[in-house]
Nanobody
Framework: VQFVESGGGLVQPGGSLRLSCAAS????????VSWYRQVPGKERELVAV????????YYGDSVKDRFTISRDNAKNTVYLQMNSLKPEDTAMYYC????WGVGYWGQGTMVTVSS
């Protein structure tokens, strides 16, 4: 199982980025995938979840109405569209897949929001 995140970078406040999480050895359509983020010295924070059941989504309060999680089953890839970015969104972003009670993490992609 492998998850590869991409799409991070430097963006100005108010800007947008789209992160991608490409999965291999893991079917996103039938399993739950989440995005987390972490700032050094702080615990990893749950950002968004897309459920295997009907693709239902959940968002953390700090990103609600700004971020959107989605998936492309044909590409076996999960996305995180981030709009209206704020400096406090600066973090390493990770995707995680859950299957049969086991969690699988990607290596992360860095997002920096700064002017």
């Amino acid at each position: 199982v492998q998850f590869v995140e991409s799409g991070g970078g430097l963006v100005q406040p108010g800007g947008s980025l789209r992160l991608s999480c490409a999965a291999s050895g893991f079917t996103i359509r039938t399993n739950t995938v989440s995005w987390y983020r972490q700032v050094p010295g702080k615990e990893r924070e749950l950002v968004a979840v897309i459920s295997s059941v009907d693709g239902n989504t959940y968002y953390g309060d700090s990103v609600k109405d700004r971020f959107t999680i989605s998936r492309d089953n044909a590409k076996n890839t999960v996305y995180l569209q981030m709009n209206s970015l704020k400096p406090e969104d600066t973090a390493m972003y990770y995707c995680k897949g859950n299957r049969w009670g086991v969690g699988y993490w990607g290596q992360g992609t860095m997002v920096t929001v700064s002017s």
